[in-house]
């Protein structure tokens, strides 16, 4: 009987260990639309200045449409996202557990749904290290999250200088960017370069893909140069496909068809066809992110709407330079809880033209997947149209996205279906750490998001 015990205890300690994952992950099904950015900055990365004015702003949406007892927490990680040494108290001032009170109902949407919301730090949560950390959202038992999400919490002590080269190996000179970069760290005491300071660089704030474990090249007076050839180098891929949702009335260029069938709004996507093996033509994006917004929207009063942000949201097809939409992704602050709100759920039909089936399962990927092969976003091919199709249940907004094949990894293959181009544009993060000798965490001493040029 003992036996059996300890048995069917183990085992429910190894589900939960399997079950939570210190990475970007939504675990049950009714949760849908989680974002997780700078306040105010739609498309920015969860990474902000330790001690500064700015916060971190999370949402999601419960299609239960009920009330639940969200909770939260914090984990301090080290550099490769495993729990540090640090207890909880070290790194925070407040309290493990707090109850998330900030949700409402939707509003006018066929879709009925709960709307939730939390800034971090907030006065239940002030954390006061600098480094990596998973946010925890629960009901009961943290160890059996609804949602993990990664962010970072810099404390600047570097300067990070970086450039986009064209690569060293000419085999890719056509298809990959490389970053070289140079950090100075003459306010920072460094006692052994190559073993306290690491440095990992992100591409559109992915880290499936990220490049880590970057030690400096050499030291040049107080800096650091991380100039390698062919290391720091990245597919380029395409620029991402748009698809514009914020209408249920008026088709935008990526919609050919929108219908109301069993009180659902069904949009039907215009026909996707491979790019791999086409001409480069550079469209605009937001690198893989997406916005929620509904054109409408009716406006109410505590929705506090900038020109700027009319600007990049009312223009249907984002006919701006990528001057002009860099500048309004960094200065676009706003109250955006109504559009979550008014924002209502579609069903919207992809289509991608192939002349036969591709040897492994088309996915959909982007922010929106959390860059994962996610089953909800698997395509099937139907022999009779020459076409893969997967019906999608997305709230109405503007999203970046591609289609890519699972390699047997599980890891996507992004060269079949879209290929990759130089000139395509991508965001490149790099941060930092510095884990001085005896430390008993890895510290975010630097960060910057540096756009390729196009």
Same mark, same amino acid.
């Given at each position: /009987?003992?036996?059996?015990?300890?048995?069917?205890?183990?085992?429910?300690?190894?589900?939960?260990?399997?079950?939570?994952?210190?990475?970007?992950?939504?675990?049950?099904?009714?949760?849908?639309?989680?974002?997780?950015?700078?306040?105010?900055?739609?498309?920015?990365?969860?990474? /902000?200045?330790?001690?500064?004015?700015?916060?971190?702003?999370?949402?999601?949406?419960?299609?239960?449409?009920?009330?639940?007892?969200?909770?939260?927490?914090?984990?301090?990680?080290?550099?490769?996202?495993?729990?540090?040494?640090?207890?909880?108290?070290?790194?925070? &001032?407040?309290?493990? !557990?707090?109850?998330?009170? @900030?949700?409402?109902?939707?509003?006018?949407?066929?879709?009925?749904?709960?709307?939730?919301?939390?800034?971090?730090?907030?006065?239940?949560?002030?954390?006061?290290?600098?480094?990596?950390?998973?946010?925890?959202?629960?009901?009961?038992?943290?160890?059996?999250?609804?949602?993990?999400?990664?962010?970072?919490?810099?404390?600047?002590?570097?300067?990070?200088?970086?450039?986009?080269?064209? #690569?060293?190996?000419?085999?890719?000179?056509?298809?990959?960017?490389?970053?070289?970069?140079?950090?100075?760290?003459?306010?920072?005491?460094?006692?052994?370069?190559? &073993?306290?300071?690491?440095?990992?660089?992100?591409?559109?704030?992915?880290?499936?893909?990220?490049?880590?474990?970057?030690?400096?090249?050499?030291?040049? !007076?107080?800096?650091?140069?991380?100039?390698?050839?062919?290391?720091?180098?990245?597919?380029?891929?395409?620029?991402?496909?748009?698809?514009?949702?914020?209408?249920?009335?008026?088709?935008?260029?990526?919609?050919?068809?929108?219908?109301?069938?069993?009180?659902?709004?069904?949009?039907?996507?215009?026909?996707?066809?491979?790019?791999?093996?086409?001409?480069?033509?550079?469209?605009?994006?937001?690198?893989?992110?997406?916005?929620?917004?509904?054109?409408?929207?009716?406006?109410?009063?505590?929705?506090?709407?900038?020109?700027?942000?009319?600007?990049?949201?009312?223009?249907?097809?984002?006919?701006?330079?990528?001057?002009?939409?860099?500048?309004?992704?960094?200065?676009?602050?706003?109250?955006?809880?109504?559009?979550?709100?008014?924002?209502?759920?579609?069903?919207?039909?992809? @289509?991608?033209?192939?002349?036969? #089936?591709?040897?492994?399962?088309?996915?959909?990927?982007?922010?929106?997947?959390?860059?994962?092969?996610?089953?909800?976003?698997?395509?099937?091919?139907?022999?009779?149209?020459?076409?893969?199709?997967?019906?999608?249940? /997305?709230?109405?907004?503007?999203?970046?996205?591609?289609?890519?094949?699972?390699?047997?990894?599980?890891?996507?293959?992004?060269?079949?279906?879209?290929?990759?181009?130089?000139?395509?544009?991508?965001?490149?993060?790099?941060?930092?750490?510095?884990?001085?000798?005896?430390?008993?965490?890895?510290?975010?001493?630097?960060?910057?998001?540096?756009?390729?040029?196009?």
């Amino acid at each position: /009987m003992l036996l059996t015990i300890l048995v069917a205890g183990l085992s429910l300690v190894l589900n939960a260990q399997d079950k939570f994952q210190y990475q970007d992950k939504v675990y049950v099904d009714n949760i849908r639309t989680v974002q997780f950015h700078v306040t105010g900055l739609l498309t920015s990365y969860p990474i /902000m200045q330790l001690g500064s004015e700015e916060a971190l702003y999370l949402s999601f949406d419960d299609l239960d449409a009920d009330s639940k007892y969200y909770r939260y927490s914090v984990i301090h990680c080290d550099r490769n996202w495993q729990p540090s040494q640090l207890d909880f108290t070290e790194y925070v &001032n407040g309290f493990e !557990g707090e109850e998330i009170e @900030t949700f409402d109902r939707s509003i006018n949407t066929l879709v009925p749904f709960t709307h939730y919301s939390l800034v971090l730090p907030n006065a239940d949560c002030e954390i006061t290290k600098s480094g990596n950390y998973l946010l925890v959202i629960y009901i009961e038992d943290p160890a059996s999250p609804v949602i993990t999400r990664r962010f970072m919490l810099v404390d600047s002590r570097v300067a990070i200088h970086a450039s986009l080269q064209r #690569p060293a190996n000419v085999s890719r000179i056509t298809t990959h960017q490389e970053i070289d970069f140079e950090v100075s760290a003459e306010y920072l005491r460094v006692l052994d370069v190559k &073993n306290d300071i690491y440095a990992v660089v992100l591409q559109n704030g992915r880290w499936d893909n990220a490049i880590q474990g970057i030690r400096s090249k050499f030291e040049r !007076g107080h800096y650091l140069v991380f100039d390698y050839q062919d290391k720091i180098v990245f597919p380029a891929g395409l620029d991402f496909r748009n698809m514009d949702i914020r209408s249920t009335q008026y088709r935008s260029r990526d919609v050919f068809e929108i219908r109301r069938e069993n009180n659902r709004i069904r949009i039907v996507a215009e026909i996707d066809e491979p790019r791999s093996t086409k001409r480069y033509l550079s469209d605009l994006d937001i690198n893989g992110s997406f916005v929620i917004r509904s054109s409408e929207d009716r406006k109410y009063g505590s929705v506090k709407e900038s020109q700027e942000h009319s600007k990049l949201y009312d223009n249907a097809n984002l006919n701006l330079s990528q001057k002009e939409i860099d500048e309004l992704k960094a200065s676009t602050i706003i109250d955006i809880t109504e559009y979550d709100l008014l924002s209502d759920y579609v069903d919207v039909l992809f @289509t991608l033209k192939t002349d036969a #089936p591709y040897d492994s399962d088309v996915f959909l990927l982007g922010a929106f997947t959390d860059w994962k092969l996610d089953e909800k976003f698997r395509m099937t091919y139907k022999r009779e149209y020459g076409a893969y199709f997967a019906d999608i249940p /997305m709230k109405q907004g503007f999203y970046d996205y591609i289609y890519v094949l699972a390699n047997s990894d599980g890891t996507p293959d992004e060269t079949t279906i879209e290929g990759h181009w130089y000139e395509a544009s991508n965001d490149y993060t790099i941060l930092i750490y510095h884990t001085p000798f005896g430390a008993r965490y890895d510290q975010l001493v630097g960060a910057v998001t540096m756009p390729s040029a196009r």
